[in-house]
């Protein structure tokens, strides 16, 4: 899906600003304003300073607007990512670990908050569109805080479909994910928002 596209993408000139006439931006906010609920398998990758790839992984994407998404890792760990009572909960089975983050903290971890619609977009970045490459509308998200724990989500839509992300963290490491079997207007499990940390786990938790 991403082939080349990157690089050239980061080549666009970064000045380009949000504009009624922006056709990508256009994209993203129908995408917003119509997915009240998603789900999607995902594989994810992760790509060095040197362009190598690493840690392979793949899973099941859920997404219920407004606040409500889980990230279940299958292979080749088992992790869970929710978000439940203003919170960010990460499950690490194999280690028996559970680590909560404030929501406004975990973006950098897990950049399914910026489709929850607990982050307002426009307040927190700003919003680039980017080159229409091989049928993808490309949107770059750039904070606007310093302190936000990464560069930028690039963000690629199939029309009004969710196809791929990119986050850029500040240590020189990408995270690509890629969605396939994307489903929306689903009537989802209220269970799948729901998260207690398993008994006789190790809770870690931010203040």
Do not use: C
Request: hydrophobic residues 40%.
């Amino acid at each position: 899906m991403f082939k080349q596209v990157l690089p050239a993408l980061l080549l666009v000139a970064a000045s380009a600003s949000v504009r009624a006439g922006d056709e990508p931006v256009q994209h993203l906010r129908h995408f917003l304003a119509h997915a009240h609920t998603l789900q999607a398998e995902f594989s994810q990758v992760l790509v060095d300073e040197k362009g190598g790839t690493d840690r392979r992984s793949n899973g099941v994407f859920y997404l219920e607007r407004p606040g409500k998404f889980r990230w279940d890792y299958q292979k080749p760990y088992h992790q869970e990512i929710v978000s439940s009572g203003g919170k960010v909960w990460f499950y690490d089975v194999d280690l028996e670990q559970v680590t909560a983050k404030r929501l406004n903290a975990a973006i950098g971890s897990t950049p399914a908050l910026l489709l929850s619609g607990e982050v307002p977009l426009e307040t927190n970045f700003s919003i680039e569109k980017q080159a229409l490459d091989e049928g993808l509308y490309w949107i770059k998200l750039v904070p606007k805080a310093e302190d936000s724990g990464f560069k930028y989500v690039l963000l690629g839509l199939e029309g009004d479909k969710l196809a791929g992300m990119e986050l850029s963290d500040n240590f020189g490491q990408l995270t690509r994910i890629y969605f396939d079997k994307v489903k929306t207007g689903l009537k989802l499990d209220p269970a799948l928002f729901e998260f207690k940390p398993p008994a006789g786990v190790d809770v870690f938790e931010e203040k």
